[in-house]
């Protein structure tokens, strides 16, 4: 199993520009989220799903957007970048058993909005 | 809203010592606190996951213990060596399926 895999590792964006940050996972986890990372602020979520179809917000949602139409993928949009939104991003999966799963971790997208 | 804090936010310790790392979260109705490690420039790796029903759990030279009613997780790391360098993290979900991570420890092992 290749696990979490998130693409791309790096992007710098400009003001007002929008991307899509891809994540996929091949271990069939219902549930997938979105972290961002600060320095100082730790890990705080964005988005998640519990199955296809199915999507809700985070702590930290505004300027984001996903959508789950497969088990597997689950990308982060978006839509106008702002320097805000410059940070380290996280996709994350698990069993969905009501909480008693680990969570598995890709590797990261570092992103620069300038 | 749940605060997880973890304190100190760095150690430095030399190859050997026995150390132990905290975590605290403001509300108790957990179901399990996870431990993970983050190596610089890389994704986390979870370590240990404790259920609310356990008070320890262990994996290798690593041990985990929790106590709900108190709001504190120790990470208890044994005979440290230089790869255990690394950011330690703790995470507790809670419900409306939210997952609150701490801050972090920065873990430097000196040879």
């Known amino acids: 199993n290749a696990g979490v895999t998130q693409t791309p590792k790096f992007q710098v964006l400009k003001t007002g520009q929008s991307m899509t940050l891809q994540c996929a996972q091949d271990?069939?986890?219902?549930?997938m989220s979105w972290y961002r990372q600060d320095p100082g602020m730790g890990l705080r979520l964005i988005h998640y799903?519990?199955?296809?179809?199915?999507?809700d917000q985070g702590e930290v949602p505004n300027g984001y957007n996903v959508s789950r139409s497969t088990t597997e993928d689950f990308p982060l949009r978006l839509l106008s970048a702002a320097p805000s939104q410059t940070s380290v991003y996280f996709c994350?999966?698990?069993?969905?058993?009501?909480?008693?799963?680990?969570?598995?971790f890709g590797p990261g997208t570092r992103l620069l909005v300038l | 809203k749940q605060e997880v804090t973890q304190i100190p936010a760095a150690l430095s310790v030399p190859e050997g010592e026995n150390l132990v790392l905290n975590c605290s979260f403001t509300?108790?109705?957990?179901?399990?606190l996870q431990w993970f490690r983050q190596d610089p420039g890389k994704g986390l790796t979870s370590l240990l996951l404790?259920?609310?029903?356990?008070r320890e759990q262990t994996s290798g030279r690593l041990n985990a213990s929790l106590d709900k009613s108190s709001g504190r997780s120790t990470l208890y790391i044994a005979a440290s060596q230089p790869g255990d360098s690394a950011t330690y993290l703790c995470?507790?979900?809670?419900?409306?399926?939210?997952?609150?991570f701490g801050t972090g420890t920065s873990l430097t092992v000196i040879p």
């Open positions: 994350a999966s698990s069993l969905w058993k009501n909480h008693q799963e680990t969570q598995y």
């Open positions: 271990m069939n986890h219902e549930y």
């Open positions: 799903s519990v199955g296809a179809g199915i999507t």
């Open positions: 509300d108790s109705a957990i179901y399990n």
């Open positions: 404790i259920q609310s029903s356990q």
């Open positions: 995470a507790v979900p809670r419900g409306g399926n939210q997952f609150y």
